[in-house]
């Protein structure tokens, strides 16, 4: 199974913006609704923010939000604080398996 | 609060064994499926396999089919993950996880967190 693919960065300014893609294939983003993201900040364990595509965990802000469209899914940070400023690991459901995605590194300018 | 809190960090030469543990609280441990993910330094997030506690029921990546072993004793609420043989390529931080809700048999989300063991194997 190839990880699913994450762009390496992403930077924004707070109070701004920023989406993060996720791209896979029908075999596992495009062909099933259980995607999670995972938010981890340096020499952190990674923290679920998002699961089912665009659910949110109890006490996840409602600046997170998720969603799919086709192969592809997408983290959307709203109102850009400066503790956003970490890592961003999507994962999805992928059949008999589970893969995750390199990982996105924001940076809250 | 739940939690899972893992051993601490280990430092083995290669083709040495190891064992490492996580123990949860908060919650029925038999209850849920726990797994572990591969943190290689600087690198992404793997998934390499779950166990069920209540039953021993195991499932494992391909990538780690066979590389590891994961065993649970659910009479004191503790998962392991094993090396029968380290090599310098096993060093990484390893997490396990709670799973939130399986798919067909498989994880749909992970929503608890070790702390992490730190494992580091050099000559």
């Known amino acids: 199974q190839s990880a699913l693919t994450q762009p390496r960065s992403v930077s924004e300014s707070p109070g701004q913006s920023v989406t993060i893609s996720c791209t896979g294939t029908s075999s596992d983003v495009g062909g099933y609704n259980y995607v999670s993201w995972y938010q981890q900040h340096p020499g952190k364990a990674p923290k679920l923010m998002i699961y089912?595509?665009?659910k949110r965990p109890s006490g996840v802000p409602d600046r997170f939000s998720g969603s799919k469209s086709g192969n592809t899914a997408s983290l959307t940070i709203s109102g850009l604080q400066a503790e956003d400023e970490a890592d961003y690991y999507c994962c999805s459901y992928a059949g008999s398996s589970v893969v995750f995605g390199g990982g996105t590194k924001l940076t809250v300018l | 609060e739940v939690q899972l809190v893992q051993s601490g960090a280990e430092v083995k030469k290669p083709g040495e064994s190891l064992k490492i543990s996580c123990k949860g609280s908060g919650y029925s441990f038999t209850n849920y499926w726990i797994g572990w993910v591969r943190q290689m330094t600087g690198k992404g997030l793997e998934w390499m396999g779950i166990?069920?506690?209540?039953?021993?029921?195991?499932r494992y990546s391909p990538s780690f089919q066979g590389q590891v072993t994961i065993s649970a004793d659910k009479s004191i609420s503790t998962a392991y993950l094993q090396w029968s043989s380290l090599k310098a390529s096993d060093t990484a931080m390893y997490y396990c996880?709670?799973?939130?809700?399986?798919?067909?048999?498989?994880?749909?989300?992970?929503?608890?967190w070790g702390q992490g063991t730190k494992v580091t194997v050099s000559s």
């Open positions: 089912d595509v665009s």
């Open positions: 166990i069920y506690p209540g039953d021993s029921d195991t």
């Open positions: 996880v709670r799973v939130s809700y399986m798919v067909r048999g498989f994880p749909g989300a992970f929503d608890v």
